[in-house]
């Protein structure tokens, strides 16, 4: 296997199973990838991804060179990347969120592939860059978006125009990582903040990360409209009854995040 799939409670593991190669991602990783992403679709027991790398070198090191040096012009690459760039972005549209843990190497491709997910948590030795344009390239999964959306313009021309790696420490520093734990604890870590994740409801947890996003990438107007239908939606679901129901009787609410807010849910996705 590819991708191995494990569950930690509530959260599901996803492990890139390629040690030998540096954990790259190639389309047949991706292809995987996007069949679990595909299960929490409609697990509603899943109220959160954590993704890393087998072995303790790498997280990810990119796109498998070796393939896509077979690739002969423009078509058949867009087909080959646009596999990888659909799984990014079905990442982000996922209502779980999807936390990277960084337990190791994490360059090119792989930067681009944590920069998708929502949070990372980095091993204090892990090594962090783009460096495209040592190749001749630019991040070809829409991965400068991204950082600077994450990190700003001056950091991300920084990372862009040099090609090198940053630390951890670095890393968080920029806000390119959002936690620095010991070697061989960020994916203890990642689960540690997605237990937390446990007391909330489910549909709310999805809301809220698309209302971070379409702060980002929507003017002020159409942002606040979105977040404001959403709040609507979610104050007639059975979630927030059940929320109401467990202040008034003193006790921890019970989400479930089914019925009437099931159906909310289903209508978002055609939007």
Request: aromatic residues 6%; proline residues 2%.
């Amino acid at each position: 296997m590819l991708v191995v799939a494990s569950r930690e409670g509530s959260t599901l593991v996803l492990t890139l199973n390629r040690p030998d190669a540096g954990n790259a991602m190639s389309v047949d990783v991706a292809l995987e990838l996007k069949a679990a992403i595909a299960v929490c679709r409609d697990d509603l027991s899943i109220r959160s991804v954590v993704v890393t790398g087998a072995g303790e070198r790498y997280f990810c090191t990119g796109g498998d060179v070796k393939r896509y040096a077979k690739l002969d012009d423009a078509a058949e690459l867009n087909q080959a990347f646009n596999t990888v760039r659909d799984l990014l972005d079905e990442i982000e549209g996922l209502d779980q969120p999807v936390f990277a843990a960084l337990n190791g190497f994490t360059v090119g491709g792989g930067t681009e592939f944590a920069l998708a997910c929502d949070l990372r948590f980095a091993d204090r030795s892990a090594q962090i860059g783009l460096p495209h344009i040592r190749l001749g390239l630019i991040p070809g999964w829409d991965g400068g978006a991204r950082l600077v959306e994450l990190v700003g313009r001056a950091h991300a021309m920084r990372l862009m125009l040099s090609g090198e790696r940053v630390g951890a420490d670095e890393a968080l520093r920029m806000g390119l990582v959002d936690q620095v734990t010991d070697d061989g604890s960020c994916v203890r870590a990642a689960l540690e903040f997605a237990a937390k994740l446990d007391a909330a409801a489910p549909l709310a947890i999805g809301a809220a990360k698309r209302t971070v996003l379409d702060s980002l990438r929507h003017d002020q107007a159409l942002a606040r409209t979105r977040a404001r239908q959403r709040f609507a939606e979610l104050w007639f679901t059975d979630d927030h009854k059940e929320a109401e129901r467990a202040f008034a009787e003193k006790r921890a609410p019970r989400f479930s995040g089914a019925g009437a807010g099931r159906v909310a849910r289903t209508q978002r996705k055609g939007k």
